[in-house]
């Protein structure tokens, strides 16, 4: 079992920042990659990055140049720096860790850019 904590959501104007942090415990060995998701309402889940245990990347073109994944092994923790933010970034952000076949989830966190 893996389990994720997001925090760092908030609220901010266009043209800010913000950094998202999801905390993983458990089973934290197994996980091969981890990645933050975006569902904004009416709309289906995306992926907004992904990180792969060996350090890989990928981004969701919307993304690219403005936000930033990365990971710190000795915290444990999945970090995701947004800048130069847009009202259409405005969703819930969600952590998620894969383990082989078994995918985790965190809670989410609320992201709001104000026009």
């Known amino acids: 079992q893996v389990r994720l904590v997001e925090s760092g959501g908030g609220l901010v104007q266009a043209g800010g920042s913000l950094r998202l942090s999801c905390a993983a415990s458990?089973?934290?060995?197994?996980?091969?990659?981890m990645g933050w998701y975006r569902q904004a309402p009416g709309k289906q889940r995306e992926l907004v990055a992904s990180?792969?245990?060996?350090?890989?990347?990928d981004d969701a073109d919307s993304v690219k140049g403005r936000f930033t994944i990365s990971r710190d092994n000795n915290k444990n923790t999945l970090y995701l720096q947004m800048n130069s933010l847009k009202p259409e970034d405005t969703a819930v952000y969600y952590c998620?860790?894969?383990?082989?076949?078994?995918?985790?989830w965190g809670q989410g966190t609320q992201v709001t850019v104000s026009s």
């Open positions: 998620r860790a894969r383990s082989g076949v078994n995918i985790y």
């Open positions: 458990g089973n934290i060995f197994s996980i091969n990659v």
């Open positions: 990180i792969t245990s060996g350090g890989i990347t």
